[in-house]
């Protein structure tokens, strides 16, 4: 694994909180009268979402990143403060796209069932991805998709959380009820909640929020802001590279026997401290070459982040290293070349870097 995807899984999880997904935060649902709905348990509700066929569809996706993080030289643009936009259609039989625009460039992701495409305009460069059908494009989805950042929340939180159904909501023109997720009181997490809205007649979420500690304001936004089902062009799901693109072909995933759960947590080379809210990612941490690329070695955009200027010095029974710290997330960097990341205090991180 190259840095570049270990900084996508790893960093995030740093400004994420590392089990808790890979951008799967929103906003309450928008304002406005709430639509009359049937009354549903929470049982219910998180059932129905995790079962949930709803079929083709396309959308536009916006994500508000309020983290507050300082700017990161080679980090992940969904890390960056400020809104940005995707547009996602869905297919059947593991087809889908992915647009997600970049000034004049933009990424795109295409799956035809079989084979996953992404494609990046700003320096003709394509990777193939093949694989069995029903794969998605590695390391993209969660951080655009709120349908499979929702679902990756209730799995990853479910039995550490007081989970509640509190009210209704209109999210894309849709009416919708508010799941709520909210730790249990040992849970030593900087996190208040988590706001799932799920869409009343197809039961697929369609926007997310969560909330820190002593804040009323969501510190990051995904979610539909128009959302249509119904059959899509077939044409959308093929992909075909420009001319003057250069092409790599990337290794095949191994194959999940069919009814597996989800493993597309943390890569391998990291360890996972501790479950639920609580949960601390540790990894290595992507090293800065300082003008040198490394290929096997760098982040997205051809730049490898650098950390070591980030945070304040922190020192311990593990070594000594920088605490980077947000309103939801905080992570240590060690001097030995290490990341420990989780929506968690600093203490947290510290026994988990000690073990």
Known sequence: MTAG?????????????????LGLIAVPAGA????????????????????????????????????????IPGA???????????????????????????????KTVV?????VWIYDSADRTAAKHTGTPGERA???????????????????????????VDGTAEVAGRP?????????????????EV??????????????????????????????????????????FTFTPPPGTTVTDEPAPADKPEGSPDRSGPPA??????????????????????????PEDQGPGGATPDLSSLGTPVSGSWGSGRLITTAVASAIVTDDGRVAAGAVPEQVLTEALAK
Request: hydrophobic fraction near 40%.
């Open 195 to 236: 706001r799932i809205a799920v869409d009343a007649e197809k039961r697929v979420p369609t926007q997310l929020t969560v909330l820190a500690n002593g804040s009323t304001d969501p510190a990051l936004q995904i979610g539909f802001t128009d959302l249509t089902f119904g059959p899509q062009d077939a044409s959308l």
């Open 138 to 164: 590695p390391d993209q989805r969660s951080t655009t998709d709120p349908t499979a950042a929702a679902a990756q929340a209730i799995q990853t939180l479910g039995k550490t959380s007081t989970i509640t």
């Open 111 to 115: 799956a035809d069932g079989t084979t």
């Open 269 to 294: 080379g990291t360890t996972v401290v501790g479950d639920g809210w609580d949960t601390v990612v540790v990894g290595k941490a992507p090293a800065a070459r300082q003008g040198r690329p490394d």
């Open 76 to 106: 992940p643009a969904q890390l960056a403060n400020g809104t940005s936009t995707a547009r996602v259609w869905s297919g059947d039989d593991g087809k889908g796209r992915l647009s997600i625009p970049s000034g004049s460039d933009e």
């Open 32 to 71: 406005g009268a709430a639509p009359e709905l049937p009354p549903v348990s929470a049982e219910d509700l998180v059932s129905s979402v995790l079962t949930a066929k709803p079929g083709p569809f396309n959308g536009t996706v916006e994500l508000d990143n309020a983290l507050g993080l300082p700017a």
């Open 176 to 192: 919708a009820y508010e799941l709520v997720l909210a730790p249990h009181p040992t849970e030593r997490t900087l996190l208040r």
């Open 5 to 21: 995807r270990a900084w996508s899984r790893i960093g995030v999880g740093a400004a994420l909180a590392g089990a808790v997904g």
